[in-house]
């Protein structure tokens, strides 16, 4: 069955980074758009950023040119390098994978 787990979560402060990491399996991963997401507390799930099988990638307005989303086929994971990273960052990060399947998240939390 289709598995994505997600890692690199944690607590960084104002201005840090973080890179998150989802390992896929169960897909065909090469030729797979993959997506990250986030909800924060209250609020409902949103895109942050997405990457098609030949690389192509989308982000939200307001994490473009802060977040760059990447894959690695070989090793079946996609990666979100998060920089300048700001308070209303924090929220627990999704992958999702076509056409609906979702990892259990990770959580990011910045602190001020």
């Known amino acids: 069955q289709v598995q994505l787990v997600e890692s690199g979560g944690g607590l960084v402060q104002a201005g840090g980074s973080l890179r998150l990491s989802c390992a896929a399996s169960?897909?065909?991963?090469?030729?797979?758009?993959m997506g990250w997401y986030r909800q924060a507390p209250g609020k409902q799930r949103e895109l942050v950023a997405l990457i098609s099988s030949g690389g192509m990638t989308n982000y939200a307005d307001s994490v473009k040119g802060r977040f760059t989303i990447s894959r690695d086929n070989a090793k079946n994971t996609v990666y979100l390098q998060m920089n300048s990273l700001k308070p209303e960052d924090t929220a627990v990060y999704y992958c999702k994978a076509p056409t609906d399947y979702w990892g259990k998240g990770t959580l990011v939390t910045v602190s001020s």
């Open positions: 169960g897909i065909i991963f090469s030729r797979s758009g």
